[in-house]
Antibody, heavy 118, light 107 residues
């Protein structure tokens, strides 16, 4: 059973870069599946940020594409999110998730709250 | 982007009630529709794939139907653990988008 765990700072200053890592256990990140980042502002709905395939091919939400980079570190069985130039609107619980199909989110991490504030 | 609209935004129901939640897409998405359940403080869990396929381990009281633009999630007999927020999500065209959620509360 694949398990995912997000890690990273819980507080980021405006205009800086948000960086999160998702550690994967129980499944090799190189075997297959799509590795995703999804976020949820407090009290609001879910927004897909982007995905990376094990080959390194990335897919981003156009609304965030200019600020987002998702990468994979196969040696650590991890994948990461970098979101630059953050504002208060980027305050959210950030989830990593995996799926066998590109748009199916089968397994989720527990989520990590990132607040953007000075 | 494909907009997903859920109704109602919230509902109150009792244990044992039959509950139907609706999700409408802004354009036809065939059967590329997933349903998720989220309880407070937890990550969403997928209940149904491709409009009608129950995920492994999900109780049979959950069922999904629909195609094109209109979809429903039905809980045949509401149980205490079903009080949660339910989200639909289209998997037809990127960017993958979610509905705003329907919160099922205890009456």
């Amino acid at each position: 059973q694949v398990q995912l765990q997000e890690s990273g700072p819980g507080l980021v200053k405006p205009s800086e870069t948000l960086s999160l890592t998702c550690s994967v256990s129980g499944f090799s990140i190189t075997t297959g599946s799509y590795w995703n980042w999804i976020r949820q502002p407090p009290g609001k709905g879910l927004e897909w940020i982007g995905s990376i395939f094990h080959s390194g091919t990335t897919y981003y939400n156009p609304s965030l594409k200019s600020r987002v980079v998702i990468s994979v570190d196969t040696s650590k069985n991890q994948f990461s999110l970098r979101l630059r130039s953050v504002t208060a609107a980027d305050t959210a619980v950030y989830y990593c998730a995996s799926g066998v199909a590109i748009a199916d989110f089968d397994h989720w991490g527990q989520g990590t709250l990132v607040a953007v504030s000075s | 982007d494909i907009q997903m609209t859920q109704s109602p935004s919230s509902l109150s129901a009792s244990v044992g009630d039959r509950v139907t939640l609706t999700c409408r897409a802004s354009q036809s998405i065939s059967m590329y529709l997933n349903w998720y359940q989220q309880t407070p403080g937890k990550a969403p869990k997928v209940l149904i794939y491709a409009a009608a396929n129950l995920n492994s381990g999900v109780p049979s009281r959950f069922s999904g139907s629909g195609s094109g633009t209109d979809f429903t999630l039905t809980i045949s007999s509401l149980q205490p653990e079903d009080f949660a927020t339910y989200y639909c999500q289209q998997s037809y065209r990127a960017p993958w988008t979610f509905g705003q959620g329907t919160k099922v509360e205890i009456k």
